[in-house]
C-alpha cells in the first residue's frame, strides 16, 4: 500500500506491545457490549413473553431469522470495511484511512435506504413463505415493520463502529451500547408492561434506542482529532475504495445471509410444531446469544488485530495473535455452554414458564450446549480469515455445510422422518464439518506470502 501520509501516534494500535493484553483489552469491552445488547434482546423476550403472551413471543422468535437475514447482509459489509480502515491505520496511511472511512459512510447511509423499503414492502410475503403461523403471522408483520421503520439506527451505528474498532478503540462502543441497552429496558417497560402496547412497542423501543447509540457513535467520530474521524462535506464514494470494501466485505455479508438462510429453512420446519416449539426455541436462541459473546469478542479482535498487523507487516505477532486469540474463545465458549446445560430449564422458564414451552427449550439446549467449542472454533476461523482479506473461505464454508447440508438433510429426510430433534442434531453435525475444513485450509495457508 502506498505511503501517502504518516497518521499522528495513536496508543490504541495493535502492532506494538503484548499481544496478548492488547487482544484480551480490545475483546473486553466488545464482549461487555455484546453482554448488554443480549440482556436487552433477552429482556424484550422476557417482557414481551411475561406481559403480553406466547403468542406474542413466538412473533417475535419468528422475525428473528428473517430480521437477521437482511440486516446480517449488511453487518457482514461492514465487517469488510473495517478491515480496509484497519489496514490503512496499521500502515499509517492518512489520506486512504481518510477515504476508507468516508466511503464506508456513504455505503451505510445507501444501505439504510434499501433496507427500509425492503423491510416494510416486503414484510408480509417473507412471514409467510417461512410458514409463520395464522395466528402469530399479524404480530410477527408488525414487529417486523416497526423495527425495519428504524433499521437506519442500527445500520449507522453498526457503520461507526466498525470504524472506531478498526482504530483498536473497543471502549468507546461499549458505553454506547451500554447506554442504548439501558434506553431500550426502559422503553420496553414503558410501553409494554406501563401503557399495555402490543408486541409492536418492543420493536419501536428497539428502534429508538439504536438511533441514539447511533448518535453517539457519530459524535465520537466527528469529534475526534484522529485520520478516522468523520467529517460531513466529504462523504461520498470513492469508487476504488468502495470497490476494496466490497472485495472485502461482500463474501462475509454472502455467509451472514446464508446462515440465515438456513436458520430460516430450519424455522420454517419448527413452525410446523405451533407456537409453543417456536416460544421455546425462540427462547432457547435468546440464551445461546450469551455462549458465543467470547466468540463474537475475540472475532472481532482477531480481524482487527490481523488487519493492522498486516498492514504493518508484522507476519509472526499475526501468528502469535491467531492462536492465543483462538484458544480463549473456544475454551470460554465451551464453559458457557456446560453451564447453559445445566441450567435451561430455569433459563427457558424465564421467558415463559408453560411446561410445553420449557419442554422444547431444554430439549434443544440438552443438544447442542455441548458442541459449542465447534461452533465457537468455526466463527472465531471466520475472522482470522477475514483479517487476512480471504472472506471467500468462510462464505464458502458456510455455504455448503451450513447452509447446503442443513437444507438437504431438511429437505431429504422430512418426509419420511418428521422430528423436530432433526433440527436440534443438525447443528453440531454442520459445525463438526466445518471446523474440519476450517483446520484442513488454514494448515496450508502461507501467512508470509498473503498479499493484500
Known sequence: MAQRGIAKENTQLMTEGSYQKKLILFALPVMLGDLFQQLYNAIDSLIVGNFIGSSALAAVSSAGNLLFLIVGFFQGIAVGASVV??????????????????????????SSVIMTVLGLVFAPFALRLINTP??????????????????????????FVCIIRASGDSRHPLYYLVASS????????LFIAVLGYGVGAAALATSISQVFSAVLAFLHLVRSKEDY????????????????????????GVQWSIISLSNLA??????????????????????EGFAFLPTNS?????????????????????????????????????????????????????FDSTPETVAFGVARARVCTLFFFLVSFSHIMAAVFKGFGKAVVPMLVMMIFWCGVRIAVLALTAPFFHAIELT????????TLSTIAFILYYRRLDIDHIEL
Not at 480502515?85 to 447511509?109: E, Y
Not at 404480530?139 to 437506519?152: H, K, L, N, P, Q
Not at 474521524?229 to 462475509?252: A, H, N, Q, T
Not at 479482535?301 to 493492522?308: C, L, M, N, P, S
Request: glycine share 8%.
Open 85 to 110: 480502515v484497519a489496514q490503512f491505520i496499521g500502515a499509517r496511511n492518512a489520506a486512504d484511512t481518510s477515504k476508507a472511512v468516508h466511503t464506508t459512510v456513504a455505503f451505510g447511509l445507501a
Open 134 to 159: 395464522a395466528d402469530v403471522l399479524p404480530e410477527s408483520i408488525s414487529y417486523f415493520r416497526v423495527y425495519f421503520a428504524g433499521v437506519t439506527g442500527l445500520v449507522m451505528y453498526n457503520t
Open 424 to 431: 436440534y442434531w443438525i447443528y453440531p453435525i454442520t459445525w
Open 182 to 189: 439501558l434506553l431500550n429496558v426502559v422503553l420496553d417497560y
Open 266 to 287: 430450519i424455522q420454517s420446519y419448527i413452525n410446523s410444531y405451533g407456537k409453543m416449539a417456536m416460544a421455546g426455541i425462540g427462547a432457547y436462541s435468546k440464551i
Open 298 to 350: 475475540f472475532g472481532a479482535a482477531i480481524t482487527t488485530f490481523i488487519g493492522q498487523n498486516m498492514g504493518a507487516g508484522k507476519r509472526e505477532r499475526t501468528r502469535q495473535g491467531i492462536r492465543f486469540g483462538v484458544t480463549c474463545c473456544v475454551l470460554l465458549a465451551e464453559a458457557i455452554g456446560l453451564l447453559l446445560y445445566i441450567f435451561a430449564p430455569q433459563l427457558i422458564a424465564l
Open 229 to 252: 474521524r468523520v467529517e460531513i462535506r466529504k462523504v461520498r464514494f470513492d469508487k476504488m475504495m468502495l470497490s476494496r470494501i466490497i472485495r472485502y466485505g461482500l463474501p462475509s
